[in-house]
């Protein structure tokens, strides 16, 4: 049997890049990635001469048979995203699933990941959170806000700069305009910045100043004193 190794890769700042994720790329037999022309920057920098072959979220459901028949077969196969840790919002899960369900061995190595350090440094409490990536566009996210309106651990979210508006104004709606929010975007890049108040603090904010970049989102969770106010003004029916 060999090894499916999943290789987290910078989401900005390439000197984030690990020393064991450059050797494994360089050892293995073939590189999965999401994108060969992304990803191929990112080998030769390193100066990884290593064949790339296209894996995505278009394709994985064809091509993963015959990946997980050459893992049977004793190949060393290293998969990686544009950006990131692979199967956190990107490509990924289907292989791992599949190479398990195989008997294959499979690591992920520790590594870059956008929401961690947004989260860590939100200011709210990361000791037990909740990741709920991108959101649904249309169908399914109204109701998806309402399963999370009474959700008490911080909550992550991702999000691209033309709808961060348009979201932090459905959790002023949903959660209410004074619960506290961390906005990062570009993370580990030059023009990193954490954008923090209440709801309707940052949503002032970017009415002023354009969203750019690539954001993570992280929401207070609604606190006991919060949750207790509600049950109080609930009409008690009498």
């Excluded at 109204?142 to 999000?159: C, G, I, Q």
């Amino acid at each position: 049997m060999g090894i499916l190794y999943v290789v987290p890769t910078p989401v900005g700042n390439l000197e984030d890049m690990t020393l064991r994720a450059v050797r494994v790329l360089k050892e293995a037999d073939v590189v999965l990635a999401e994108d060969t022309r992304t990803s191929g920057v990112l080998l030769k920098h390193f100066d990884i001469k290593n064949h790339l072959v296209s894996h995505h979220k278009f394709n994985e459901h064809g091509t993963s048979a015959s990946i997980v028949e050459r893992l049977k077969a004793g190949a060393t196969v290293a998969l990686i995203s544009d950006a990131g840790t692979p199967g956190i919002s990107d490509p990924g899960f289907y292989l791992v699933r599949e190479a398990v369900n195989a008997g294959v061995t499979v690591q992920c190595l520790p590594g870059a990941t956008a929401f961690v350090p947004a989260l860590v440094s939100s200011g709210l409490p990361c000791d037990r959170f909740c990741f709920e990536g991108f959101l649904p566009q249309k169908k399914g996210r109204a109701t998806r806000l309402e399963a999370l309106k009474d959700e008490a651990r911080t909550m992550v979210f991702y999000e691209s700069p033309y709808r961060v508006l348009k979201t932090l104004q459905q959790f002023a709606e949903c959660f209410g305009e004074e619960r506290r929010v961390s906005a990062c975007r570009e993370i580990s890049k030059v023009h990193e910045e954490s954008v923090r108040g209440t709801l309707a603090e940052v949503i002032a904010h970017f009415k002023e100043t354009e969203p750019r970049g690539e954001f993570v989102i992280v929401v207070e969770g609604k606190s006991g004193k919060q949750r207790r106010k509600d049950v109080d003004d609930e009409p008690s029916g009498d």
